[in-house]
């Protein structure tokens, strides 16, 4: 099926704000009262008058976030024939690209709006872009305008940008498959060192012995109360490997894994990033280079030294 | 003192099945997938789950419980991440990012079960926490 | 000898064919080894009273008693460490034995190793355990080295630095053990030998190790029954002694990561259970006719040789490349072709190689055998055999 998407888009984008939709009700206290009974906003500058008042505002004015709110197309609502959005997500169901999820939405509130205004707003395409491999498939990215007027006032404007795509084999999102460490009481604070951009080496709290991996009694005097210094990040390349066969989970071959001796004495295993495979000798100087995966963990990588 | 690196103080919402259909609700939000279980699962959701308009609207009630009711909203844009499905638990955190005169940017992350749901920034003014 | 040398006999050895795909049970392979094995020994099941497998086995020493019909269990007992558990279920049914605990009791291991869960691949179960092992993997898997391959070749590399081995000498035990092979009707690479030259020319696995380096992923069940030097007197075979078994856990050690301590050229716990092995036995190394070595990878090979006592520190190479580990060699090594050419049945495969050299009865027979050295898994807490006669 051939769909000729960016011509479309780009007759669509040409076309300019779609015809104005009228809210249904003006901005009235009622539905206000709603949204933030329902979203648990104690701001009383949405429900009290004198709050409102001593807040500067002329009244009660309605949260900035509810802009959206007061065009909803409701229950039975349609999206109007002209609507770009509606357009486009028409074009990419036939071209295949079926499903859809919001990524982005940006406001930005030129003014509070008062009770009793009475809204319309336009709608514009600003952009389309694809196809685009994405973690859910592949698929384009759709991006409109959309502009609130009260009168002939422009009050509020929202970027929104919508991912249709067609589910299936695709890239995995950074970091979902990798191999995640299994964090202990005694080796939580190797890791949380990596979160927070740190090596750390733990040292014996008796007789300050370094060790790695750690564990939770000293095997040179018995102590089991160990606390870590901070490693300096330097070491040599003390053994690696170059892994091409079988697949690794959140890898891609070929990689490096080396042991790194560290310059304060004790070995650590971490990826070796940022040099061609070719290129690894035993003994030669890295540096450590903290990966982070995610939010849940960063790798205690290297990097030929600088 | 506010600037760079100041914290908001968390914020915790519980998702419950009730909370996920009023919020829809009261943004006039009707899609199904909002508050229609069985409609939920049939389109390959684990449940019923959070809308936009709620995302926006939680990301500004967390900055604005910090930043007091004489601040100014000025913009809020947030990315959408993995959806927040009803009995999840969103933890909101935030810190301000910049200071430009009376203009006072902060980050804000609202992370479920799943990982982030929602991170973004918004700008307010006169802030008096 | 001391403690229990040549206390214990092996008595009975049985296996199923090897293969990639088995298909049947992992159950049904461990009851048909060990039918096999007790009908090998003239014994029937109501004789066994013990039965030890390793904690990797699949099939619990229950469900195996009840298959093959085995009335009553005194003993039994489980081996961790993967590989490193095959000569140690052998000692613990020795001690079992010498201790009057049991009288007969059958050793087994049986899985679909390549038609069901692979050693092989990259195992994410295996690092996300709760338990200190799962902590322990911690350290290598979330970095991307989490196959045995890879654990090994982090230690081949270092070794080839130290001692200067190359690829070559590595291939050099592969070609050996394929060219024994090649001659074993059971082995899966009968009638295929190899050169040095597609060792070097298969494919990179983990640098710097080769496809040939390592050892066959098989589907497969081995048992021997075991019981005392007395009792095996009146049997259908002729007795193997257990003249020595041993485990052996080293200094820091891990499992297959062990990366933390010394030079990293050699293999501190096969060294203390070759100490053990030869004060048992009251031999030495130089006392060894054959040598059953276990081989999941060439590296691993090269090391023992040396940990063993069998060649200095350093030149294995030198004891490989000069035909040392062949047939007619100084140290004939895996006649039946070892797990890169028999299979890989997790080194029981091993010990019913250890026996039938002593009993006379091997395929690529070594003549006048007195002692067997068997070995199992390196690169983990392991053990080891001394049989003879």
């Not at chain 1, 949380?192 to 733990?202: C, F, M, N």
């Not at chain 3, 605990?101 to 869960?117: I, K, L």
């Not at chain 3, 074993?184 to 990179?204: D, M």
């Not at chain 3, 501190?268 to 100490?275: D, F, H, L, Q, S």
């Amino acid at each position: 099926m051939t769909v000729d998407i960016l011509g479309r888009a780009g007759q669509v984008r040409a076309a300019g704000e779609c015809a104005p939709r009228s809210a249904r009700d003006p901005v009235n206290q009622p539905m206000i009262n709603n949204w933030v009974e329902a979203l648990g906003d104690a701001n009383p500058i949405y429900t009290s008058e004198a709050a409102a008042r001593a807040a500067g505002h002329p009244g009660v004015v309605a949260p900035p976030a509810m802009i959206q709110v007061w065009t909803m197309a409701g229950l039975h609502g349609r999206r109007a024939a002209d609507d770009p959005l509606q357009i486009m997500t028409a074009l990419l169901d036939e071209a295949g690209f079926t499903s859809v999820v919001a990524t982005n939405c940006e406001q930005t509130y030129h003014r509070y709006l008062r009770v009793g205004e009475h809204l319309r707003m336009t709608t514009a395409l600003e952009d389309v872009t694809g196809p685009k491999r994405t973690a859910l498939g592949d698929g384009w990215f759709v991006t409109t305008r959309n502009v609130w007027y009260s009168g002939e006032e422009p009050v509020a404007e929202m970027r929104f940008r919508v991912l249709k795509f067609a589910p299936g084999p695709a890239a995995a999102p950074a970091g979902a498959d990798a191999v995640r460490p299994v964090v202990s009481r005694d080796t939580a604070f190797f890791w949380e060192g990596t979160a927070a951009g740190e090596l750390r080496i733990q040292r014996c709290g008796a007789c300050g012995t370094l060790r790695h991996p750690p564990g939770p009694m000293c095997p040179s005097c018995g102590a089991d109360d160990p606390g870590y210094v901070l490693a300096s990040g330097r070491g040599t390349v003390f053994s690696y490997v170059v892994h091409h066969h079988p697949p690794v989970p959140g890898r891609t071959v070929p990689f490096v894994v080396a042991l790194v001796e560290l310059e304060e004495g004790v070995r650590m295993l971490g990826g070796l990033v940022g040099v061609d495979p070719g290129e690894v000798r035993i003994g030669m100087a890295v540096e450590a280079a903290l990966t982070r995966v995610d939010d849940g963990l960063t790798l205690p990588d290297w990097r030929p030294a600088r | 003192m506010i600037g760079p690196g100041t914290a908001l103080p968390a914020m915790t919402v519980e998702a419950t099945p009730t909370f996920v259909v009023a919020t829809a609700v009261a943004t006039r939000d009707f899609q199904d997938v909002h508050h229609d279980r069985d409609a939920a699962l049939a389109r390959g959701s684990k449940d019923i789950f959070v809308n936009i308009l709620t995302d926006t609207g939680l990301v500004q009630r967390f900055v604005t419980d910090w930043a007091g009711p004489a601040a100014r909203v000025h913009d809020i844009k947030i990315r959408l991440g993995v959806p927040c499905y009803a009995y999840d638990t969103l933890h909101f955190s935030g810190e301000v990012t910049a200071v430009d005169g009376d203009r006072v940017t902060v980050s804000v992350i609202g992370r479920g079960s799943l990982g982030d749901h929602v991170s973004g920034t918004v700008t307010v003014s006169g802030v008096t926490p | 000898m001391t403690g229990i040398g040549g206390r214990a006999a092996v008595v009975g050895i049985g296996a199923t064919e090897f293969s990639k795909d088995s298909r049947r049970s992992e159950l049904k392979l461990a009851a048909q080894a060990v039918r096999a094995a007790l009908a090998d020994a003239g014994l029937r099941p109501a004789d066994v009273d013990g039965l030890v497998t390793f904690t990797m086995d699949t099939n619990t020493e229950a469900a195996v008693a009840r298959e093959l019909g085995i009335p009553q269990l005194r003993f039994f007992s489980r081996i961790h460490y993967g590989g490193g558990a095959a000569c140690a279920t052998v000692q613990q049914a020795a001690l079992a034995i010498a201790a009057g605990v049991a009288e007969v009791v059958v050793c087994y291991r049986a899985f679909n190793e390549r038609s069901g869960h692979r050693f092989g691949q990259f195992s994410t179960a295996l690092a996300s355990a709760p338990t200190s092992s799962g902590v322990d993997a911690s350290w290598s898997y979330p970095m991307g080295l989490g196959t045995p391959g890879a654990q090994v070749a982090m230690v081949a590399r270092r070794y080839m630095h130290v001692t200067g081995a190359t690829s070559e000498d590595f291939g050099r035990v592969a070609v050996a053990d394929r060219r024994h092979a090649a001659t074993n009707p059971k082995a899966f690479f009968y009638g295929r030998p190899i050169t040095l030259a597609e060792h070097q020319a298969s494919r990179w696995i983990t640098e710097p190790l080769h496809l040939l380096d390592c050892c066959q992923e098989s589907d497969g069940g081995v048992a021997v029954v075991v019981t005392s030097a007395e009792r095996a007197r009146d049997l259908a075979q002729p007795p193997v002694l257990v003249r020595a078994a041993a485990q052996g856990s080293g200094p820091d050690q891990f499992v297959m990561t062990s990366y933390y301590r010394d030079a990293l050229t050699g293999l501190p716990e096969m060294g203390i259970v070759a100490n053990q092995l030869w004060a048992q036995a009251g031999i030495t190394a130089q006392d060894v006719d054959v040598a059953v070595l276990y081989d999941h990878f060439t590296p691993f090979v090269l090391m023992q040789l040396e940990e063993l006592g069998f060649c200095p520190r350093g030149e294995a190479r030198h004891f490989v490349a000069d035909g040392g580990i062949e047939i007619d060699g100084r140290l004939p090594v895996n006649p039946h072709g070892g797990q890169l050419g028999e299979a890989y049945i997790h080194g029981m495969n091993g010990i019913a190689e250890g026996v039938r050299q002593v009993r006379g009865t091997a395929v690529n027979q070594v003549a006048r055998v007195e002692h067997v050295l068997v070995t199992a898994g390196t690169g983990v807490p392991t053990s080891g055999l001394v049989l003879g006669r």
